[in-house]
Structure formats: C-alpha cells, structure tokens
T-cell receptor, first 114, second 112 residues
C-alpha cells in the first residue's frame, strides 16, 4: 500500500459527460501529480501541484482541470468527455515535489467513456 | 511527450536468467529513476540514480547511468516469475523542472 488513495477505482460514463477523480496523497506529502495511461500514448504527465499551487503542466487538455485543496487532496475534473479519454488515471505524491525524489502512486481510476 | 525511451519494448525470459532493459533520454538530467508496474496497478519506485553516479545496486537490481551516451540500464539478476511486470525509466525535463516524465516501458515476462 503506497498510502495514496484514489477514488473511484472504476468509472463508466458517456461521451459529453463530466467526471471528477479524487486523490488523497500520502500523509506528509505536499505535492500531487496526475498522469494518464493509455495503450497508445503510454504514461502521460498531466499536471503537478505543490501545497495548493500549480507547479508544472504537461499534456493536459483544456477540457481537463485540476486543483489541490488546503487539506492537500486533489481533484481532476474531466469534461466534455470523448471516447479517447478512456484511460487509467493515476495520482502520485511526493514530499517536496522537486523532481529528485521518488513518487508514490495510487492504484488508479479506470475511466471508460462509452 | 516522452523523455526516456526504453528498449526492448518486450522481453521474455526463463526464471533464473538475467533481464536487461535500456533507457535512452534526450536532454541533460540531474537524476534518473526506474519504476515497476504490475498489470493495471500503480507504479512502484525501484531506484534513483543521480547524474554523478555511474552504478547503483538494490537487492537483485543493478542500474547504470552513462550521461555521455544519455542512457541507463536496469539489470535484474536471477529473475523470478514475480518480476513479470512493465518497467519504466523516468527523468525530469529541465524545462519542466519538477515533473517526472516516463518512457513507454519494457514489458518483462518471466516464465517458470
């Protein structure tokens, strides 16, 4: 158990809908990362937060948004969903968010857009 | 975009054999990390090697780093069926600064 909690584990929805994925980092970790994993694109970095502030942005679509709350949990919002958004979404956390420390990954949210 | 590229994409070996996976990257790095992912599960950190280190060991794992060739290798000795997983290298792109960028991974199958 990594200590990173992601909910829900599975999500099935329809095109055009909006969903929210939730992540609770390990106790003491201030930084949260979101990744999208699909067969064709591999593991893509979406966005990183540190102590409530955005720190780095990757290949995150404009239809997607995220935030980190004062209690350090984070949410990834996906809107106007398309079939191609079906993927495994991972949250990871680290202490300082500096890129020279290991990440702890959650078990992921499997999103299926039908 | 990927910073690291693993090679081979897939590797099948017998239990007891050694498995070697390679990672090449494009820009200068401060450190490189290796992670393992069992099918459909979250990634698990294996080892971090800094740019001033050439080799690092952890149990049956041996990681090397050649910054002049911009490459790293992960060696798993005496493989076990439980080592069956995908292995990823990850680095920080200096421009991004803090976010780990992962390669597409090597899928290792160890048969008994």
């Amino acid at each position: 158990d990594s200590g990173v909690t992601q909910t829900p584990k599975h999500l099935i929805t329809a095109t055009g809908q909006r969903v929210t994925l939730r992540c609770s980092p390990r106790s003491g970790d201030l930084s949260v990362y979101w990744y999208q994993q699909s067969l064709d694109q591999g593991l893509q970095f979406l966005i990183q937060y540190y102590n409530g502030e955005e720190r780095a942005k990757g290949n995150i679509l404009e239809r997607f948004s995220a935030q980190q709350f004062p209690d350090l949990h984070s949410e990834l919002n996906l809107s106007s969903l398309e079939l191609g958004d079906s993927a495994l979404y991972f949250c990871a956390s680290s202490v300082r968010g500096t890129g020279d420390e290991k990440l702890f990954f959650g078990s992921g949210t499997q999103l299926s857009v039908l | 975009s990927q910073q690291g590229e693993e090679d081979p994409q897939a590797l099948s070996i017998q239990e007891g054999e050694n498995a070697t996976m390679n990672c090449s990257y494009k820009t200068s790095i401060n450190n490189l990390q290796w992670y393992r992912q069992n099918s459909g599960r979250g990634l698990v950190h294996l080892i971090l090697i800094r740019s001033n280190e050439r080799e690092k060991h952890s149990g049956r794992l041996r990681v090397t780093l050649d910054t002049s060739k911009k490459s790293s290798s992960l060696l798993i000795t005496a493989s076990r069926a439980a080592d069956t997983a995908s292995y990823f290298c990850a680095t920080v792109i200096n421009q991004a600064g803090t976010a780990l960028i992962f390669g597409k991974g090597t899928t290792l199958s160890v048969s008994s």
